[in-house]
C-alpha cells in the first residue's frame, strides 16, 4: 500500500515532529511504502491530499490540517481512504470518531483494530467541511486566535477568546430555506453540524445524528436581546439543549441569504462570506474509525 503521511510539524505543541519517524516505521514494518509530507505553510495539505497515486493518506495535525485534506481528496475521482492521528488542540473529529490522541494507539487503529467507513462531507458554497460549520456568536473563536497563543495556551485560548465574544450583539437578519420549510428571522448564532460535538463540547442530546445519513442537523438561535446569550450558554452546557427562541432542524441542504458581514467558520476555520448554500454529500470519503464510533455513529 502506498501511503501519503501529511502532518503539520507546528500541531500539539511539535511533539508529531519528534515522532515522525516512529510512525513511518510502523507503516514501513507492515510493507507499506511511506512519502513523508510535511506542511510548512496553509493549504500544504490540501495540495498534497490533491496528487492522485496515494492509496492512504494519513493525517497528523489538527481539525484545520484534515479539512483541507478533505478538499484536496475531494478533487480526486479515485480517493484515497484516511488514517488520522490527532495533534491538535481541539480535535473534534477524532472524539466524534473515536481516535485516540495517543499517536501508538492512533496507529494501531488505523493498521490492526480500527474499521475503515464511508463517511458523509458537507458542502458550504466551494469549501469542503467534515463536522461543522457556523457564524455568529462565538463562531470566530475557532480561527481569531494567534498561533503562539495556541501554542502557549492550548485549550485555554479558545476560552479567552470566547469571552471576549460574549457580550457582542450579534444581528444577522437571515432567511433560511431547507427541506422543511423557510425561516425568516433575525439570528445570533447558527450551527450546522454532521455529528454531536462542537467547539470541543458533546452535544449527548442529539446522538441520533448519523455520519452516514445524507443528513445535516442545524441548531439555529434568535436574537433576543436579553435572554440569548442564557439561551446558548444553555445550548453547551447541556449537551445541545434547545429552548424557546431556537430551532432543530434536519435538511440534505440549507439556503441562506445573507449580507456580506456574515462570516462562516468550517471546521474551525475561517472561510466564506454572505450569502450561503450548504449541501451534504453523502458517504463523500472512507476513513479509519473506532469500533464503537462505528457501531453508534454509522447506520
Known sequence: MKVGFIFNPESGKGKINRLHPMIVKSFTDQGHEVEILKTTKQNDAKLYAASSGYDLLLVAGGDGTLNEVVNGIMTLEKKPKIGYIPTGTVNDVAHLLGIPRNVKKAIKL?????????????????????????????AKASYDIKRSDKKRFGSLAYVVRGITDMFYDYKMPLKISYEGGVIEKTFTLLLFLNGPRVGGVNLFLIRKSKLNDGIIEARIFERRRYLTLFKILSFFAIGGLVTRGGHMLKSSFYEIEANDSVEWNTDGEQTERGTARIDVVKEAIEIYVSKKASKHLFK
Do not use: P
Open 110 to 138: 488505523v493498521l490492526e483494530n480500527g474499521e475503515c467507513r464511508k463517511m458523509d462531507l458537507s458542502k458550504l458554497n466551494n469549501t469542503y467541511f467534515t463536522y461543522a460549520a457556523a457564524t455568529g456568536k462565538f
